[in-house]
């Protein structure tokens, strides 16, 4: 590991670290707009990209993010105007880092599109690549996982491979936005879901006003 990055695992000087992952399923849009929130507020994000997720950025939002994790860490650095090391893309195999080891993990982690294949590593404990790990560690260290599938229909398969995770004490919450705020476009969506991620990360959100609460 370089001093450089050794340092910039080290900084202590946000609110807190959460680790977001993506996968390969549908819903970039979500994830983008969680990592912009966590920017805004002060919090420092590990990023674990799946190649699929990168193929899915360009599918959905024409977003070609770099390969290497140091590029694409300046990448995300620049579009989400965050500042020096608030934002950490990492390798798949970047064994070294703080999401792979329990003494050292965010003890947040939110899979933002989740693919179901992904869920179903997590729930047999496979840890064959970062985000699998990550999310191995969290579970182990009695963490909070979000994760977020975008599929339909469920399969039982998937429906299993959810309870048992569910049992382990993981939030399982499809992407399935509600239509009681009125939305008038897809950002209206997109910002729903979000803000539902946000309150259960128990972090301040004003994308979308609670239930019973007027505008």
Request: charged share 15%; net charge neutral; proline share 6%.
């Amino acid at each position: 590991m370089s001093q450089n990055n050794a340092e910039s695992y080290m900084d202590n000087s946000f609110k807190r670290r959460i680790t977001i992952a993506m996968t390969g399923a549908s819903g970039a849009p979500y994830a983008i707009e969680l990592i912009q929130q966590l920017i805004n507020q002060d919090i420092k994000v590990f990023l674990l990209l799946s190649s699929a997720a990168k193929v899915v950025l360009k599918t959905e939002m024409e977003l070609d993010i770099p390969g290497s994790p140091s590029q694409a860490t300046e990448w995300c650095t620049s579009y989400f105007s965050a500042k020096q090391h608030q934002i950490e893309v990492l390798g798949k195999e970047q064994w070294f880092s703080p999401p792979a080891s329990g003494s050292a993990a965010p003890k947040q982690m939110v899979v933002l599109p989740c693919s179901t294949g992904t869920l179903s590593a997590i729930a047999t404990g496979s840890s064959d690549n970062l985000i699998e790990r990550a999310a191995d560690v969290v579970i182990k260290e009695r963490g909070q996982l979000i994760l977020v599938p975008r599929e339909t229909p469920f399969s039982s398969i998937h429906l299993e491979n959810m309870l048992k995770l569910s049992n382990m004490g993981v939030t399982i919450m499809p992407a399935a936005p509600g239509f009681y705020h009125h939305p008038k476009s897809i950002n209206d969506l997109v910002q729903f879901m979000v803000a539902r991620v946000l309150d259960h990360l128990q972090i301040e959100q004003t994308l979308v006003p609670r239930w019973g609460y007027t505008h």
